[in-house]
């Protein structure tokens, strides 16, 4: 074999491209890792905001469950390094694992570097030959099987060749969508592509003066006729400028495609764990009595932090110095109402600058799950981001990634 030439090359050193690179080379096959950055898993380094969330304790059907109806797309992958066969990898490179609060997963450091450093370790102790500094320009092919990549540094030749470019999300860390050209080149269906797990911009203001407060389990559903159906519960945070916590991170992803639709999409918040307008009338009756000298900024921050209840009765017109009972009825039955659902219109998003992941790609109905291998092209593979399979906050897309890269690896036929 000459020096330039590999059974397998990998396109992209994250999580999905590092682990695909050491599966393969365990198995025996000269293995090149490629990588346009300087450095590798630059954007592993920034996931789980920088403590490298790395699975969940969910059963493998939940977990796969919780990627809607693509999961079953999942179940090989899953069947081969499901999140015990995760930690235990770790475990075997250096890398304990725990569980604070019982679902989410970390590494002991709870830190990005620790990963990516146990993993290039695990690349350079199995010799990996890994360049970085190269841009994969064109993967090569003769008729319908690859021969190798085309790069800034010249050609390499391979049979097999493993797409892990990521996707759109956070172009500073280097996500250009080259994995997707690489596809469409290569005869490829790439789904619409849009950015998802990040923050949402508000056309209300007053969420600004909240920036303090996280309201948690709020109910988020969706004020569009052929989006009633569908709801996210979790922790919410104001920002200056609009919405974000977990729950906003979770549901990005099912509005960012109807804004491109719609220009506006228009929220219900229910900040009061699902009570209903009796249910907060008899509360807000009830505190009154209690506490006869409350104004209303008072009586509903018994249910609200303060800022929220301050805003919302400015909202509906309420003076603010006056008591609950001293309000104009329909003033009342207007704070009731939006309390219980509080509207807000979505008019945009921060965009794939701080996406954390990007929903679409390459289209599951061309790729094998038994293999990670094309069905148009032989030798093809792809794993993690690149594809059309995200999930969401809590380890889902990491796991993933390295499931995916892991099957890939195997360069099964």
Known sequence: MKKDEYD????????????????????GFKVLLLEKLPTLGSKLKATGGGKCNLTNTLSNDDFMNSFGRNGKFMIKAISMLDKNDLRDFFSSIGVQTDTKDGFRIFPVTHNSSTIINALEKELHRLEVDVLCDVKVEKILVDGIKTTGVDTSKGEFISSNIIVATGGLGFPMLGANGDGYSFAKELGHKVTDLYPAMLPLITKETWVGDCTADTI????????????????????????????RGPVILDFSREITPLLEKYDEVPLLINMVKGKNEDEVFQHLKKQSSLNP????????????????????CLEVGADINKKFKEQ??????????????????????????KAMITR??????????????????????????????DGPCGGYNLQWSFSSGNLAGHLYK
């Open 293 to 312: 000298d409350y104004n209303i900024v008072e009586l509903v921050s018994t249910l609200l932090p303060a800022s929220v209840s301050k805003s919302l």
């Open 8 to 27: 397998v090359i990998v396109i992209g050193s994250g999580g999905a491209g590092m682990i695909a690179a050491i599966t393969s080379r365990k198995l």
């Open 360 to 389: 679409g790609g390459v289209s599951l109905k061309e790729i094998n799950p038994e293999t990670m291998q094309s069905k148009i092209i032989d030798g093809l593979y792809f794993c993690g981001e690149v594809m059309d399979l």
């Open 216 to 243: 948690a389990k709020a109910i988020v559903r969706i004020d569009l006729k052929k989006a009633k159906k569908l709801k996210a519960i979790g922790d919410l945070i104001f920002t200056s400028k609009g919405l």
């Open 328 to 353: 104009d009825g329909q003033v009342r039955n207007n704070l009731v109402k939006i309390i219980v659902n509080t509207p807000l219109t979505v008019i945009d998003s921060v965009g794939f600058k």
